[in-house]
């Protein structure tokens, strides 16, 4: 572990776990206050160019999107000969993924509540040329103030002038079908994820379903977007309206963040600034 770090923070336990590294909580010397860090282990992506590329990029990246409410915040990046620690915002009230796993369905204005706060943080990123690239509820996290906060940048790439992004990343249910076909794509990947996630809170059910990574991946190229009668017999036009164009194959039609955000559903009413506990 950096010395600079164990000087400036003290490291406590773990508290999560990816491919490359670990997120254990630590406390300020200093003040006290408690924050996460991210630890990636550089010798675990050193023959994986992409991955490597995102690690260096993760910082970076985080660095120009902290300072909205919505997306996590990026305080300190430490580095020694084996790791990259990247001190973070700490959100202790769990994942949306543990909120969808704990009902059934969420009602439309439950969904909206969610929808809001995260289509912000998207479009924050979008105008600040970065695209997430792996949206999932697994990443969209909720501190103790119950505030939605976009997290887990280590997938995130910069894109400029329009320019088109590569590369195979992000989740199976979640990734949309021009990163599945091996196609140059924008930053409207990220919106089909967040499409995605609504269908999944108003259905109970992903939009695109297979027993394996390979059946997920044909059904998102076959994008044939349904709403069973059986679940979504109560749901609004306007919602549906909105899935359509979250999720639709053509990128020239889908929406971009920003235009989700304007879309009647989305501005429908109601107190939107407090998610769901």
Same mark, same amino acid.
């Given at each position: 572990?950096? !010395? ?6 003290? &490291?406590? =336990?773990?508290? $999560?776990? %990816? ?59 430490? !580095? ?6 990247? &001190?973070? =915002?700490?959100? $202790?009230? %769990?994942?949306?993924y543990e909120r969808i796993t704990s009902r059934s369905v969420f009602s439309e204005s ?59 990343? %992000? ?13 140059d794509y924008n930053e409207k990947v990220d919106v089909w994820s967040a499409g995605v ?46 899935l359509r164009r979250m999720l639709s194959k053509d990128v020239l039609r889908r929406f ?22």
């Amino acid at each position: 572990m950096s !010395e600079a770090l164990k000087r400036e923070y003290r &490291v406590s =336990e773990e508290i $999560g776990r %990816g491919r490359y590294g670990v997120v254990s909580r630590c406390h300020s010397a200093v003040t006290g206050h408690c924050f996460a860090v991210k630890s990636i282990e550089k010798r675990l992506i050193q023959n994986d160019a992409v991955d490597c590329q995102c690690l260096h990029n993760e910082a970076k990246i985080m660095q120009v999107v902290t300072g909205h409410t919505n997306v996590l915040a990026i305080f300190d990046v430490y !580095e020694d000969d084996e790791f990259v620690h990247i &001190v973070m =915002e700490y959100c $202790g009230d %769990g994942d949306l993924y543990e909120r969808i796993t704990s009902r059934s369905v969420f009602s439309e204005s439950e969904a909206l509540r969610v929808m809001v706060p995260l289509m912000q943080a998207i479009s924050h990123c979008h105008h600040n040329g970065v695209a997430h690239r792996d949206i999932k509820p697994d990443n969209i996290l909720f501190n103790n103030y119950n505030e939605l906060k976009l997290a887990d940048f280590g997938s995130a790439e910069f894109f400029h002038n329009g320019e088109l992004m590569s590369g195979i990343v %992000g989740t199976p249910y979640y990734v949309a079908p021009e990163v599945v076909a091996g196609r140059d794509y924008n930053e409207k990947v990220d919106v089909w994820s967040a499409g995605v996630i609504l269908y999944i809170m108003l259905a109970g059910i992903p939009p695109f379903y297979g027993e394996s990574a390979n059946e997920i991946f044909e059904a998102v190229l076959r994008g044939n977007l349904r709403f069973p009668r059986s679940v979504f017999s109560s749901v609004s036009s306007e919602a549906k309206d909105l899935l359509r164009r979250m999720l639709s194959k053509d990128v020239l039609r889908r929406f971009s963040a920003d235009q989700v955000l304007r879309h009647p559903w989305m501005t429908s009413g109601g107190d939107s600034r407090l998610v769901l506990a």
